[in-house]
């Protein structure tokens, strides 16, 4: 028993310290593409053709002077740049590792509970910064948080009824012959827009929408803090990416075909923010409540008359 105690817990040290890595040039990455996109060079001062940068940048801002506001509640305004980068940090625990040193059966309900704990760093984050502008962003950014995870956890539950596991390792056997993204691409699209909405990237970045709200929730951190908001927004686009290669294409985790697709789905993310302008606001809720919700909820229906049928000619 202490031996897969050790090991459980290397395993996750690992795995951990590994998306922290991926986090890192995740960021130089998308400086990267947007330079090229741009039609300009990305970082390449520091070190070979700037790989370093990320370091730099990491160590610049740790070591930056902290500044916090007078009237904020001190303690809480400290505490949810932490929340919210451990949220993104534990949520990758549902990896599905074919060993169970870490998965469990109930890994999708672990990912929708994660996710749901995300949304209430970012509403104290804006509230106890004690900033007008702050308080707004949160309160939109939460708005927006919530509507998406119905859309997700709607796609997710269609399937659950299909596959009949909540765990994560399934996904692996049915899709042994064919993708699931080859019998329900419209459900892919709608997942990776909710993906771009929920870890709130470009076009739906309101939480961050710096010509009307200053910065939006994270509007009076800086150094650390701000450093360490930013690190959870990429370990949960890293995290998507994942889960949409697990879920519609294909889940063998073990070949270098699985982290190629994942590089592919973190790139088209840095693509899309190079690409597309910020949505209006009641486009963003009309998106998600009059397209996403029937579009789920159709699929959802589907699915489940489809487990019923495939039962049904078995026994």
Known sequence: MWLEMIMSLFGSLMLI????????????????????????????KVGFVGLPQPFSDAIKLFTKEQAYPLLSNYFLYYVCPLGSLFLSLVVWLVFPYFTYLLSFNFGVLYFLCCMSMGVYTVMIAGWSSNSKYALLGGMRSVAQTISYEVSLALILLSFIFFIDSYCLNMFNYYQDNIWLIMLSLPLSLGWFASCL??????????AEGESEL???????????????????????????????????????????????????????????????????????????????????????????GLKLFLVSLIF
């Open 17 to 44: 310290i590994c998306v922290l890595v991926g986090v890192a040039f995740l960021t130089l990455l998308e400086r990267k593409v947007l330079g090229y996109i741009q039609i300009r060079k990305g970082p390449n």
């Open 197 to 206: 909405a929920e870890t709130n990237r470009t076009p739906f970045d309101f």
């Open 214 to 304: 200053v910065s939006g929730f994270n509007v009076e951190y800086s150094s650390g803090g701000f450093a360490l908001i930013f690190m959870a927004e990429y370990a949960s686009i890293l995290f998507m990416s994942m889960l949409f290669c697990v879920i519609f294409l294909g889940c063998d985790i073990y070949s270098l075909m699985f982290f190629i697709k994942l590089v592919v789905l973190s790139f088209l993310f840095i693509w899309v923010r190079g690409t597309l302008p910020r949505f209006r606001y009641d486009k963003l809720m009309f998106l998600a409540w009059k397209s996403f919700l029937p579009l789920s909820l159709n699929f959802l229906i589907f699915y489940v």
